[in-house]
């Protein structure tokens, strides 16, 4: 079998591709120095955004991984999403924002960004919120790329095997952010990631990286011994030097005022876990299976609540784990958390 990418580093550890600007080069860079595998985020980004992202990376390291959004539309219920409008439009209006009652699509550049990486490759792609198709996978092997899906169970493990992929990168439900499921309308019960990892492994033989509320060294030796041979970690890394976090989401990862986290579909219209805050308490009961419509309907109201510093109202993504961030350079991080596993 060959070795995949994220096997050859020196330490047993990922550093998650955080969306958004939160995986800076100057996260992806401390990674690699730290001697994990870094991804390079490339959701919401166009081919001409990513590009220079991973010429960067290129610069410290020939080993890393690019991640997409891999296109997943699901049907729109314009009735719940005009309902869920409705109810988000009076407190958009106190903050003078308007916004669009229309529902936004988009499949995140996705074409135009494998073209891309087929014309420039890189040593490994991985997709999320889909499936790659096994024609893409056929195409990014034919210029040496190995591809990695995020699975969330045996049946999209199955799926992933079946296309072709080289790997599986399995997602436990106590994951920080997006939750990488094939099928964002499905309910996600809560199950210890080392779990996933066995169920996924006695059917599908394949190279596995798993992640999902990692809080520190014992979580990452939980996850080796159940069979994954890297482990994921991104909540860790939100607070360190590095990362593009903003300063609010900073401050509420330390702040008693948030005790706890929550799958919710309140911001962007898919399952994503963040800590509970007034915005998810006030809309995840009439929340809606629309990404990315409902994420484009909620992002003037997120950016503004970013701008005003107000916690209520932004999105802070973060796993279970998140007790366990905490200030510091993340190549300290990643050391710490893959030293005593070296290869």
């Known amino acids: 079998m060959t070795t995949i990418a994220f096997e050859k580093t020196a330490l047993p550890i990922i550093g998650a591709p955080m969306a958004g600007g939160t995986t800076t080069p100057d996260l992806t860079a401390a990674v690699a120095r730290a001697g994990g595998f870094p991804f390079v985020a490339g959701g919401y980004?166009?081919?001409?955004?990513?590009?220079?992202?991973?010429?960067?990376?290129?610069?410290?390291?020939?080993?890393?991984?690019?991640?997409?959004?891999?296109?997943?539309?699901?049907?729109i219920d314009r009735a719940a999403f005009d309902a869920f409008a409705s109810a988000l439009e009076p407190v958009a209006a106190e903050r003078g924002l308007?916004?669009?009652?229309e529902p936004v699509d988009d499949d995140d550049h996705y074409a135009q960004k494998v073209d891309y990486l087929l014309?420039?490759?890189?040593?490994?792609?991985?997709?999320?919120?889909?499936?790659p198709t096994a024609e893409v996978v056929a195409r990014l092997h034919d210029v040496g790329t190995q591809v990695a899906a995020t699975v969330t169970t045996p049946a999209e493990a199955r799926t992933g095997a079946e296309r072709g992929v080289d790997a599986l990168i399995v997602q436990g439900p106590r994951a920080g952010g997006h939750s990488g499921?094939?099928?964002?309308t499905r309910s996600i019960e809560d199950r210890a990631t080392s779990d996933v990892v066995r169920d996924v492994l006695a059917e599908v033989d394949l190279p596995i990286a798993a992640g999902g509320g990692v809080d520190g060294v014992e979580m990452v030796e939980a996850l080796l011994q159940a069979g994954a041979?890297?482990?994921?970690?991104?909540?860790?890394?939100?607070?360190?030097?590095?990362?593009?976090?903003?300063?609010?989401?900073?401050?509420?990862l330390a702040s008693d005022d948030f005790t706890e986290t929550q799958l919710t579909r309140a911001f962007t219209g898919r399952p994503a876990r963040t800590l509970v805050n007034d915005f998810v308490r006030t809309?995840?009961?009439i929340a809606v299976n629309a990404y990315p419509a409902v994420h484009h309907l909620t992002k003037s109201f997120r950016a503004q609540a970013k701008k005003d510093g107000d916690p209520q109202g932004l999105h802070l993504w973060a796993g279970t784990g998140y007790r366990g961030a905490r200030e510091a350079s993340a190549q300290t991080?990643?050391?710490?958390?893959g030293a005593q596993f070296a290869r």
């Open 45 to 75: 980004l166009t081919a001409e955004a990513l590009a220079p992202l991973i010429d960067r990376m290129r610069e410290t390291t020939e080993n890393f991984g690019v991640n997409l959004f891999a296109p997943n539309p699901v049907p």
């Open 98 to 101: 308007t916004l669009n009652p």
């Open 119 to 131: 014309a420039h490759p890189v040593p490994l792609v991985s997709m999320t919120f889909n499936i």
């Open 181 to 184: 499921t094939a099928d964002p």
């Open 229 to 252: 041979s890297t482990v994921v970690v991104g909540t860790l890394l939100l607070r360190t030097d590095e990362a593009g976090t903003a300063e609010t989401h900073r401050a509420a």
């Open 283 to 285: 809309f995840d009961s």
């Open 333 to 337: 991080i990643v050391k710490e958390l």
